[in-house]
């Protein structure tokens, strides 16, 4: 089976760091058209610099109307769309007890919100496709959404509603040709991982985490990237509602 991408569209959010910049460029070397959608204009443009022929449109995915010029761009320049990569996210590390309504509020408009727009506005590009209803849309769900943990109450239940998001909307649109998936990853080496930790972030702080894991190590951007490109792909045309860790055995626990 096919897992190239030439001719293909695709749009990733969360395209300017971490995962989505990885899933970007891997999609971009597997031929598509990517256009990167992010809040930072400054990263975003440069990752669509790096990509030759990457495209980047600045904005936040909490914002319906904003979701809806993203995909009615992409198919104004390149006449359709083939894929939707979700990986915009936000943390707030934080006990449930401790979350503000602000931040309660924010995790949300990004994860779950952003998700559903992007996701609602890619489908009905896709049902319009020429030649047919075709399209694939890949979201990122977290080992959080099933498992849970400590000190991030906001964020596990953001991914939790992210999976099950995808397993509806995977069984609304499977007699479209409309396939839709999650990728959920375990312990990755991103700004995410990095960020808000009451503590310096060092070598040793990294290695404690790589601990936790059965492999013993953190994963690599690029390694939940060709899984993403992998679900997007003609390769898993029998695949839709399913949730895949990529985790390193954390979930087989």
């Known amino acids: 089976m096919q897992t190239d991408f030439a001719g293909r569209v695709a749009v990733v959010t969360g395209g300017a760091s971490g995962m989505g910049a ?3 460029g891997e999609l971009a070397a597997r031929g598509a058209q990517v256009v990167i959608v992010d809040r930072n204009a400054g990263l975003a443009a440069a990752i669509a610099t790096s990509l030759g022929q990457g495209e980047a449109l600045i904005g936040d995915v909490g914002d319906s109307a904003f979701c809806d010029a993203v995909v009615a761009e992409a198919v104004r ?7 939707m990569v979700n990986a915009a996210g936000v943390i707030v590390r934080a006990r449930g007890e401790h979350t503000t309504d602000a931040q309660w509020a924010s995790v949300m408009a990004v994860n779950v919100s952003g998700t559903f ?23 990122f769900g977290s080992i959080w959404g099933d498992l849970g943990s400590a000190g991030v109450a906001a964020y596990c239940a953001s991914k939790g509603a992210v999976h099950n998001l995808t397993r509806a ?16 990853p375990g312990e990755v080496r991103t700004p995410m991982l990095q960020s808000q ?23 690599e951007p690029i390694e939940i990237a060709r899984v993403v490109a992998f679900l997007a792909s003609d390769a898993a045309s029998y695949m839709t509602g399913a949730l895949v860790s990529v985790d390193a055995g954390y979930g087989a626990r």
């Open 117 to 139: 727009f992007m996701c609602r506005a890619a489908i009905a590009a896709m049902k319009a496709n020429q030649g047919g209803s075709s399209g694939a849309i890949v979201n």
């Open 22 to 24: 990885a899933t970007a």
């Open 77 to 83: 320049r390149h006449g359709r769309l083939d894929v």
């Open 169 to 184: 909307l995977a069984l609304d649109h499977a007699t479209d040709g409309i396939r839709v998936n999650a990728v959920c």
């Open 197 to 219: 930790r009451s503590e310096p972030v060092t070598q040793q702080l990294l290695e404690r985490i790589a601990a936790t894991v059965p492999m013993g190590r953190l994963a």
